[in-house]
């Protein structure tokens, strides 16, 4: 299916909720509610949740968004299929698929074929509600030809196959911690980590500054910069999208890029991406602006 197939009618009707996938979902909430209820509150549960949560949050970023999305970096096929795994234990979709969809977003941006703009369709849209949608179930192969090409990412990408890094994690834990490490380090971190990455398609595109004129609502936010090991400056990330670095200066903290050079460093990834020095140096829209208005005034 080619997902320029948008229905105009972007409200999901109540019985797209009902499947598997969206049953799935909020299962997975309940569970960590319900889990808590039965487990009781620990700190050392809340220490497991967190540091699953930004384990998992780094490879979210690292694989599905800056290596899959965007070929911010290379590696070797061994270390992708590594990468892949590790991305799918966070339970959104195959990479092949993540990244479809997120190379669409770039390239419609905030306009009315973006999967998720929350401009032109809300915060619950952008956040939730196209997720609860069939008609973006399938993977457009014309938007990823690049690594459709690797049969062993096909194979990831498939129906059911997709869940299986996910449903191993939740396994190990089972087995190694019991009920407690199950709830804490796989439900209640895995719902705390797919609000953290669906914050940058809600939230990054309604709150923050526009350091840059990208055309689109995407904004800088320190505070979703820190939830999100850099993601948050996504205003930056759609001005030049294929830099390994999202955080443009040296204040703007992004951890997954001090990952990635610390990878880089032993030698499991090389050829990170940077943006040049005048992409960063960038006049502001209000500069843009004020340059745009002398010129007219001298025509
Ligand atoms: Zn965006
Ligand atoms: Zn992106």
């Given amino acids: 299916m080619e997902i320029t197939q948008l229905a105009t009618d972007f409200r999901p009707r109540w019985t797209t909720y009902i499947r598997t996938t969206t049953v799935l979902f909020w299962a997975v909430h309940v569970a960590a509610v319900v889990g808590v209820v039965l487990c009781g509150f620990s700190w050392r549960g809340v220490g497991l949740a967190l540091a699953s949560y930004y384990v998992r949050m780094f ?14 970096f290379k590696t070797s096929r061994w ?3 590594l990468l892949a795994v590790g991305a799918q234990s966070a339970a959104q979709n195959g990479v092949v698929w993540w ?35 069939s008609d973006w179930n399938d993977t457009d192969e014309r938007m990823v030809a690049d690594l459709a090409r690797f049969p062993e990412l096909r194979w990831l990408n498939k129906p059911v196959v997709h869940i299986l890094p996910t449903v191993a ?5 089972a087995l190694i911690g019991g009920a407690q490490a199950l709830v804490w380090g796989y439900f209640v971190s ?7 990455c669906f914050s940058i398609n809600s939230l990054a595109h309604l709150i923050g500054d526009k350091r840059y004129a990208t055309g689109d609502e995407s904004r800088n936010h320190w505070l979703l910069a ?26 703007q903290i992004d951890v997954t890029y001090y990952l990635l050079r610390l990878m880089a460093a032993v030698g499991l990834i090389w050829d990170l991406r940077r943006p040049p020095q005048a992409v960063i140096d960038a006049p ?14 001298a025509a």
């Fill in 190 to 196: 895995l719902v705390l980590l797919w609000h953290g």
């Fill in 169 to 173: 994690l939740a396994i190990g834990f």
């Fill in 79 to 81: 270390f992708q299929f």
């Fill in 99 to 133: 990244a479809g969809h997120h190379r669409w977003h770039h390239k419609h941006s905030d306009k009315p074929e973006d999967v998720h703009s929350a401009k032109l369709r809300g915060f619950w849209y952008a956040h939730l509600g196209w997720i609860m949608r």
């Fill in 226 to 251: 820190l939830l999100t090991t850099g993601e948050g400056w996504h205003n930056n990330h759609h001005h030049y999208q294929s830099s390994a670095n999202q955080g443009f200066e040296w204040w």
């Fill in 284 to 297: 502001r829209p209000a500069q843009l602006e004020a340059m745009d208005a002398t010129t007219s005034r």
């Fill in 59 to 72: 490879v979210v970023t690292a694989a599905y968004h800056r290596y899959f999305s965007h070929r911010a």
